[in-house]
């Protein structure tokens, strides 16, 4: 009897570290968590004034509860989530003409959602990608991850015309993909990234003359774009031990023709008044609404607070992004986009809730109404159902 349990004790010690030795081996081999921060990096990180013991701090202090009592919750929520977290149906797209993204004036602005946070815009004859995600997980691997409501992309990487700047606003995995950057690498000139995401992108051999890593209120000037990258309320890391190692950060692209804004992820705080007050008013203002929690409101925003951020960076109006593709957090696919069209609309802030792949032209007379699309997709699938 001892020598079976002295073996099954050995067998379960030896499938551990086999376990452990397989996942250091994928997480050091595999491209997709990047690359490390040096120590000659870390040296020069501290004096930003926003970085200390290894890791980049935010302005205001963020508070998520680690107990027994929050582990709890997110698990309970996590085993049960809201029944319409995810839609049982294909979540339909509208489709990108490649011809369309060449057949435009240089005092176009147009802008274009490609879902969840990812956007193309045109503007000053220049094309701009924001945290492009083309795959079907924001994971390291599919086994991770819940897999997007959209089978089909609005247009392939293939298809689309030179980026002249491509825009990340942190390293988390449904904001910088790496099969999207290695597809993405030869057709874009300039890569704008927070401090310390340059490293990911020269593990994945782009080269070092396009990378332009940027600290908060940095800008930079490219042929004629003004990049600017601010202040957000967040964290970063993509693998166990680099958390908060890369600098995370919303961006502001203008030009003569217009002035956007990209809030990225993150919770609300007084760094919203200080962008609007110093860049503000925008033509736009691209916000987080999506994948929140109370247990974590202090990193992602709730979408009445999406649109009291809009108003104190002085947008104009209001797209709603971080949601309509990936189910990161428990609420319904839903919800977060009711919940800001509602608030805008008793807050008079103008919002616009384009179907993915659908543009915005950034005119006099740029559509501030919503039709809902997200709506009539759970009625045509009720009504399908129901014959």
């Given at each position: ?99 369309s993204l060449v057949e435009k004036t240089d005092t176009t ?26 795959g079907q997980y924001a994971a390291p691997h599919h086994w ?244």
């Open positions: 009897m001892k020598k079976i349990v002295k073996w099954f004790f050995i067998t379960i010690g030896a499938l551990v570290l086999i376990v452990i030795l397989v996942g250091v081996a994928f997480v050091n081999l595999s491209p997709q968590f990047g690359g490390s921060v040096s120590e000659e990096q870390k040296q020069l990180y501290a004096t930003t004034g926003h970085y200390a013991d290894g890791i980049f701090i935010n302005a205001e202090e963020i508070v998520m509860e680690i107990n027994c009592h929050s582990i709890m919750e997110m698990l309970k929520e996590t085993m049960n989530p809201d029944p319409n977290v995810a839609p049982d149906h294909n979540i339909e797209v509208q489709e990108i003409s490649p011809q602005t147009r802008i274009t959602w490609l879902g969840h946070s990812s956007f193309l815009v045109e503007t000053g004859g220049k094309n701009i990608l924001i945290d492009p995600v083309f991770l991850g819940r897999v997007r409501f959209n089978r089909e992309m609005p247009i392939e990487i293939s298809e689309l015309p030179h980026i002249d700047a491509l825009i990340i606003s942190h390293d988390h995995y449904d904001h910088l993909d790496y099969p999207s950057i290695d597809k993405l690498k030869e057709k874009v000139s300039h890569f704008f990234v927070p401090l310390g995401v340059g490293n990911h992108l020269r593990r994945w051999k782009i080269e070092e003359d396009k990378i332009h890593e940027m600290d908060w209120w940095q800008e930079e000037v490219v042929e004629g774009l003004k990049i600017v990258i601010t202040p957000s309320r967040h964290m970063s890391g993509r693998g166990l031990s680099d958390q908060s190692a890369t600098l995370w950060g919303s961006w502001i692209i203008q030009n003569e023709y217009t002035n956007i804004y990209f809030s990225g992820d993150g919770g609300y705080g007084k760094h919203f008044k200080e962008i609007g007050e110093k860049y503000g008013p925008f033509d736009v203002g691209l916000m987080e609404c999506c994948q929140y929690n109370e247990l974590w409101k202090d990193v992602h925003m709730m979408p009445e607070e999406t649109v009291v951020a809009a108003q104190d960076v002085k947008a104009e109006l209001i797209v709603p992004i971080h949601w309509g593709s990936f189910a990161l957090a428990t609420h319904s696919w839903t919800d977060p986009v009711e919940r800001v069209v509602k608030a805008a609309e008793e807050m008079d802030v103008p919002i616009a809730t384009p179907m993915i792949g659908e543009p915005i032209e950034l005119t006099d007379s740029v559509q501030t109404t919503t039709s809902r699309w997200w709506a009539q997709e759970l009625k045509s699938l009720t009504s399908l159902t129901n014959d």
